[in-house]
């Protein structure tokens, strides 16, 4: 078979497209290999700190006949392997946010509405009705689910997701995010399409179904945090994990604009066609992510030499063959970890006050009629899509022209994701019932979570890659448990007086949260791998190096 290699030489069979095309020649690939070994040694022996001040570098020019410049630059300029995974990535979190947010959706013509004549009274503390109700405005639905039962129903997939995350994080370490993620995507899009036949089969079913489905998806985001860590350069980690990310945000765009549409159609019922559609796209989804995503670079089958030099060469170590235990003591008095942890707790409280309760507001106070703005609620989302993949281009050309550390990246993204909610809540309780200025304040608020993708939400793999999987799975579960919290706070505070006055309680107790945390991670945050990322037995980690190379030098021969 043609062999052709980098620098007057490329594999033909893998992507490149200069060079002299050289037949079976041994010789060149002892040279190929040795340029790999030296980059994992680089790669082990190299620490952090010295990686980002750019003291550290390799040289293998004289085995692949380019220059570091040319190879990181043919790394980078071109479509590789860790695109693809990053593309494939992206449409899996669309398709989790699909099946997640598809019920938030569907319940309101599951259930059916009622006239809301409640909105004319004599307090200076409650806002006057935009609009005169009519009998048009009840929509019967299929369940007679009172309120309780409602929240029972919506709140169930997060009781099955915040027991999973912790394990999927560390089968990922065992086995590789590949499996992990993927059979999370594949089964909880399953799941979904059993929805309509479960409940109307029964509600007890359809909770039981909501928790296994939470239980499904709570490994996937540890899962896919632990594959980039292995796949992505720190400093292309904002650029790629906003991309990635912004899935999630994408898919509550869709849901929020299809889901709404399918609904009200009178074909198998409206509703149920969004469990079918949503489901059918996430069980296609598995077929390309099985076939072209692989846990790691150097088990990729078809990745570029020049690619997987830039990424093994700009990577932090991660271990590859053997998952070490979790440093539980260390991680107790870890700063950085429990700043983290702070960290994720303030955004995902905001997080998920602004997206179960803001509607409320807009709904029982505002009087908007958001069963029938699907438009109107996709708004903020699009924009915050569009500021995390914005922000995280900038970041990376920041980062590559080194005008800004990796560190700083991370913290003022940080801010920016919670420092300006913090203010538009604020201001919020200072505008009264003017809805047009609540509405830009809202979506002000929520686009500008998008920077938070290229902050603190991938710090767990700066900080110790070894185990981003596990990390995120302990961050994730925390995450997990402000989807009860939040609304449970917002629901003591209101307590059935939907006044000025409550929520303006709420919006301050949630600014006040969002300054604290993001002030504690711009003090005691940081991007440098700890030293308990490393194994102590020096043994366990030379030894998934010596397999590396004798695969990889397989792999090139066989090729």
Not at 148 to 154: D, F, N
Not at 199 to 209: G, P, Q, R
Not at 268 to 281: D, E, I, S
Request: proline share 4%.
């Amino acid at each position: 078979m043609t062999m052709v290699y980098p620098g007057g030489s490329v594999l033909s069979d893998i992507g490149a497209t200069d060079g002299v095309t050289l037949t079976g020649s041994r010789k060149r690939v002892k040279q190929l290999s040795g340029a790999v070994n030296e980059a994992l040694d680089y790669e082990e022996e190299c620490d952090t700190g010295r990686q980002e001040e750019g003291s550290c570098k390799v040289d293998t020019s004289h085995y692949l006949g380019q220059s570091d410049d040319e190879q990181v630059a043919g790394g980078v300029s071109c479509w590789g392997a860790r695109h693809t995974l990053g593309l494939l990535g992206f449409l899996g979190s669309s398709v989790l946010y699909l099946t997640r947010v598809s019920l938030s959706i569907t319940i309101v013509s599951m259930v059916g509405t009622a006239p809301n004549n409640n909105h004319t009274n004599n307090l200076t503390d409650v806002c006057q009705s935009r609009y005169n109700y009519s009998n048009d405005d009840v929509l019967e639905g299929d369940f007679d689910w009172d309120g309780k039962t409602q929240g029972l129903v919506l709140g169930a997939f997060f009781y099955g997701y915040s027991t999973s995350n912790l394990l999927g994080g560390r089968v990922a370490e065992f086995l590789g995010g590949r499996i992990v993620f993927g059979l999370g995507v594949v089964i909880s899009s399953f799941l979904s399409l059993l929805s309509p036949l479960c409940v109307s089969i029964s509600k007890e079913l359809f909770i039981t179904l909501r928790v296994l489905e939470g239980v499904a998806q709570g490994v996937t985001f540890p899962s896919l945090h632990f594959m980039m860590s292995g796949w992505i350069p720190p400093k292309d980690k904002a650029k790629f994990c906003s991309f990635v990310l912004s899935g999630m945000h994408f898919g509550t765009i869709i849901s929020l604009l299809v889901g709404g549409w399918l609904s009200n159609m009178e074909f198998l019922g409206g509703w149920p066609l969004v469990f079918y559609l949503f489901g059918t796209v996430g069980v296609i989804w598995g077929i390309p992510w099985f076939l072209f995503a692989h846990n790691l670079p150097e088990d990729h089958p078809r990745i570029s030499p020049s690619e997987l030099k830039y990424i093994l060469t700009n990577r932090s170590f991660v271990k590859r063959n053997k998952a070490m235990a979790i440093p539980w003591r260390a991680l107790a008095t870890s700063v950085p970890f429990w700043t983290l942890m702070l960290t994720c707790y303030g955004y995902d409280f905001q997080y998920h006050t602004l997206l179960t309760e803001l509607p409320t507001f807009f709904s029982n106070i505002l009087h908007f009629n958001v069963s029938r703005s699907g438009l109107m609620l996709a708004v903020p989302y699009t924009l915050q899509c569009l500021m995390g993949l914005g922000w995280g281009a900038i970041v990376d050309t920041l980062i590559t022209k080194n005008k800004i550390t990796v560190e700083m990246a991370r913290k003022i993204s940080t801010g920016l994701a919670l420092y300006i909610p913090a203010v538009a809540l604020i201001i919020m309780c200072w505008i009264n019932c003017d809805a047009d200025v609540a509405f830009v304040l809202m979506s002000l608020a929520v686009s500008a979570n998008g920077p938070s993708s290229s902050g603190f939400m991938i710090t767990e793999q700066d900080i110790a890659p070894n185990l981003a999987g596990s990390l995120k799975g302990i961050t994730n579960t925390l995450s997990a448990a402000t989807g009860f919290l939040a609304p449970g706070v917002t629901g003591v505070i209101i307590n059935g007086k939907q006044t000025l006055h409550a929520w303006r309680t709420v919006f301050i107790i949630t600014a006040v949260t969002n300054v604290i945390c993001a002030t504690v991670f711009t003090l005691f945050g940081t991007a440098k791998v700890q030293p308990w990322n490393e194994l102590k037995d020096k043994e366990a980690v030379q030894e998934p190096h010596k397999d590396r190379r004798n695969s990889y030098s397989r792999y090139v021969l066989k090729k």
